[in-house]
């Protein structure tokens, strides 16, 4: 880890058969499942979170890179959705993948700024945006058990 790295984490524990109570900071998250996958419905589930983990980091990135740029963003919104098949995660069945076969994000944008400009804050947001980094490219993790 560089000097330079910062350090995110969550903590927490599991609170029920599909709810986890996690704290990042000082901010609780509450995750659970709807009840067609075994769950209360009480919060959105994980997959609902890396999407809005995923939406509100382009968020950022898009101001930051407009402000850069010298960029007014008159509207940004951020929708994104993704298709999974959960008989993997329910052990039904080993076809296809786990996780989210594919991601659309749809971003309606307006500015102030030429086209050619616009297609450069595009560019530099998707390029600088960590989730985006982390969804699009391998991520090591090592998992460790007390």
């Known amino acids: 880890m560089s000097t330079?790295?910062?350090?995110?984490?969550?903590n927490?524990?599991?609170v029920g058969y599909t709810k986890y109570h996690g704290v990042a900071r000082n901010f609780d998250l509450v995750v659970d499942?709807?009840?067609?996958?075994g769950g209360e419905?009480?919060?959105?589930?994980?997959v609902e979170y890396l999407l809005a983990g995923y939406g509100g980091c382009l968020n950022v990135v898009f101001n930051l890179v407009a402000k850069e740029l010298g960029i007014e963003l008159k509207k940004l919104e951020i929708n994104i959705?993704?298709?999974?098949?959960?008989e993997r995660f329910m052990g039904l069945s080993s076809e296809d993948r786990a996780g989210f076969k594919s991601i659309k994000v749809e971003i309606q944008?307006?500015?102030d700024a030429?086209?050619?400009?616009e297609q450069?804050?595009?560019?530099?947001?998707?390029?600088?945006?960590?989730?985006n980094d982390n969804l699009s490219n391998p991520t090591p993790i090592s998992y460790v058990f007390n």
């Open 81 to 86: 959705s993704g298709d999974i098949n959960p």
């Open 4 to 10: 330079k790295d910062l350090n995110f984490s969550v």
């Open 120 to 131: 450069l804050l595009i560019q530099k947001a998707k390029d600088r945006c960590p989730i």
């Open 41 to 46: 419905d009480s919060a959105p589930n994980p």
């Open 33 to 37: 499942e709807p009840e067609a996958l």
């Open 109 to 111: 944008l307006e500015t």
């Open 114 to 117: 030429d086209a050619e400009t």
């Open 12 to 14: 927490g524990k599991s």
